[in-house]
Each structure stands twice: as C-alpha cells, then as structure tokens.
C-alpha cells in the first residue's frame, strides 16, 4: 500500500514539473503574443525581408514615385496668343517693307545723282536714237519749242530771283523757277545746287517739276519704255526712253519734257 501511494506521488509530481517546464519554455514574446491574438499575421522584421510568424509579408502599398503633368490651358488663351503673335510678325514685315522701300528711292536717287555727274546726255537707247541737248538744232525749230530754243543759261543771287519770279521752289538738289509753263534751273539761287538735266520742263496744272517728270516716268514705265525706278529725276534713263517714244509716235526727238511729248502720253 506504502509503495503505492509513494509511486502514486512521484508520477504526480512528475507531471507537475513537466507542465511547469512547459510554461517556462513559452514565455518567448513571440510566442506569448501568438498565444494572446490567435490568427494574427506576423510583423516584418525591420531590417530584413524574412517573416517571424509562418506568413511571408507582402506589401500592397504603391509605391511612390515622381510624375509630370501637363499643365492645363485655355484654349481661348493660346488661340489669341497666336493671333497677337501673327498680327505682330505682319506689323513688323510692314514696316521693314516700308523701311526698305524709301530707303530703295534714297539709294536710287544717290545713284542717279552719281551717274548724272559722270554721263553726258549723249546715250543712244536704240541704235538709231540720238539723245538731243542741243537747243539750236533743227529738232526744236517749231514755235512750241521756243521755250527751250529761247532757253540761255542765267546766273543771279539770291535776291535777284526772288525780286524777278515769285515761284521759286528746292527740287532733287537745285533750285528750279516758274514762268510761263515752264520751270526752269535758277542758276546763282544755291552755290551747292545741282541740276541734272540743264534746260526747260514743260508743266501742267502747276505742278512742281519732279512730280510732272514722276508723272512721265510712269507713263513710259506702262507703255514699255522705261525700266528705271519712279523717282522724279529728270537723269539719263529717263531721257532716254522719252526719246525713244518720241521717235515711235513721229515726235521731235528733243528727249526733253515738252507740250506735244507730253499731249502724246495723255498726261497733260
């Protein structure tokens, strides 16, 4: 019976011990907290990817990155910005036209200028068409070119012409009066004046010389006479193809501005 109950002692505290060792060996914080919150996944360790519990980790966060977003405009906006920017690019083409333009009558009324000083009127356009400056020929004996027949050369100062003509104007360089339909250079006027041509112009309307020769340059320019530029100079080019169409509509070929040259062109 003793060793019964003595056998009977040792199993139980033999089973005590083992379940006290049991609960030693789980008091892991791991563990212990498995134990506490069943069914609860794993935290990831912090410096690596391995899992603590029996479930790997994955994230399903996205991950965040940089992006470029095109930012909204007006459409309204950009289409008047391009019509600004069109009616700024026709301005500016404008006025350089305009720019080169009058500088293109500056140069070619120099250069005109330049070849007067260096050329006689003696330039034949066509072979058989002699520039006339020689008032005495026979070219001029009919009373309506009198006035260049007539026409000497007269040098006075200043205050002589003004006591004389009371229309004296400043043309292309030189000093030019008006009498009796004509204009003509006033020599003495200017001691810089320049004159490119040295004779009478025979006027309409009044009008001052360089626009009665401007008028003749682009008559002869429309009849295919005259390839110059329309500057109002009275220089070789022009003279040239005024002779020529004298001598095509059976004119005196004075190569001069004068009344029947003039009714022939229908401009007078």
Same mark, same amino acid.
């Not at 405009?73 to 009616?87: F, G, K, P």
């Given at each position: 019976?003793k060793? @019964?109950?003595?056998s009977t002692?040792?199993g *139980?505290l033999a089973l &005590?011990?083992t379940a006290?060792?049991? /609960?030693?060996?789980?008091?892991?914080?791991?563990?212990?907290?498995?134990h506490?919150?069943p069914?609860? #996944?794993?935290?990831?360790?912090g410096? %690596?990817? &391995?899992m %603590?519990?029996?479930?790997r980790?994955t994230? %399903?966060a996205?991950f965040?990155? !940089?992006?470029?977003m095109?930012?909204?405009t007006?459409?309204?906006a950009v289409?008047?910005?391009?019509? #600004?920017? #069109?009616? +700024? #690019?026709?301005?500016?083409?404008?006025s350089? /036209?305009?720019?080169?333009?009058r500088?293109?009558?500056?140069?070619?009324? $120099?250069?005109?200028?330049?070849?007067? !000083?260096?050329?006689? +009127? =003696?330039?034949?356009r066509r072979?058989?068409v002699?520039?006339n400056?020689?008032?005495?020929s026979?070219?001029?004996?009919?009373?309506?070119? &009198?006035?260049f !027949?007539?026409?000497?050369?007269?040098?006075?100062d200043?205050?002589?012409?003004?006591?004389?003509?009371d !229309?004296i104007v400043f043309?292309?360089?030189g000093?030019?009066y008006?009498?009796?339909?004509y204009w003509?250079?006033?020599?003495?006027y $200017? *001691?810089?004046?320049?004159?490119?041509?040295?004779?009478p112009?025979?006027?309409?309307?009044?009008?001052?010389? =360089?626009?009665? @020769?401007? $008028?003749? /340059?682009?008559q002869?320019?429309?009849?295919?006479?005259?390839?110059g530029? @329309?500057?109002?100079?009275?220089?070789?080019?022009?003279?040239?193809?005024?002779?020529?169409? /004298?001598?095509?509509?059976?004119?005196a070929v004075? *190569?001069?501005?004068?009344e029947?040259?003039?009714s022939t062109?229908?401009?007078?």
């Amino acid at each position: 019976m003793k060793r @019964i109950l003595y056998s009977t002692c040792i199993g *139980s505290l033999a089973l &005590a011990l083992t379940a006290w060792g049991q /609960q030693i060996n789980d008091t892991r914080p791991d563990r212990a907290k498995a134990h506490r919150t069943p069914n609860v #996944r794993a935290t990831r360790s912090g410096n %690596t990817s &391995a899992m %603590t519990g029996g479930h790997r980790y994955t994230s %399903t966060a996205p991950f965040r990155q !940089r992006t470029y977003m095109t930012p909204r405009t007006n459409s309204n906006a950009v289409v008047n910005q391009d019509a #600004r920017m #069109r009616a +700024f #690019r026709e301005r500016n083409l404008s006025s350089n /036209q305009e720019l080169r333009a009058r500088s293109n009558v500056v140069v070619d009324r $120099d250069r005109n200028f330049a070849i007067n !000083r260096t050329r006689n +009127f =003696d330039v034949n356009r066509r072979g058989n068409v002699a520039i006339n400056n020689n008032f005495r020929s026979g070219a001029f004996r009919s009373q309506q070119y &009198a006035a260049f !027949r007539d026409y000497h050369r007269q040098w006075h100062d200043r205050g002589w012409w003004r006591s004389h003509y009371d !229309r004296i104007v400043f043309v292309n360089g030189g000093w030019y009066y008006w009498n009796t339909g004509y204009w003509y250079p006033a020599w003495g006027y $200017d *001691s810089y004046a320049y004159y490119p041509y040295d004779g009478p112009i025979y006027a309409y309307n009044g009008l001052a010389p =360089d626009q009665v @020769i401007a $008028d003749v /340059q682009s008559q002869l320019q429309r009849d295919g006479y005259y390839e110059g530029p @329309i500057d109002g100079i009275l220089g070789p080019m022009t003279r040239e193809a005024i002779a020529a169409f /004298q001598a095509d509509n059976g004119l005196a070929v004075t *190569s001069a501005i004068d009344e029947p040259t003039l009714s022939t062109l229908g401009i007078s």
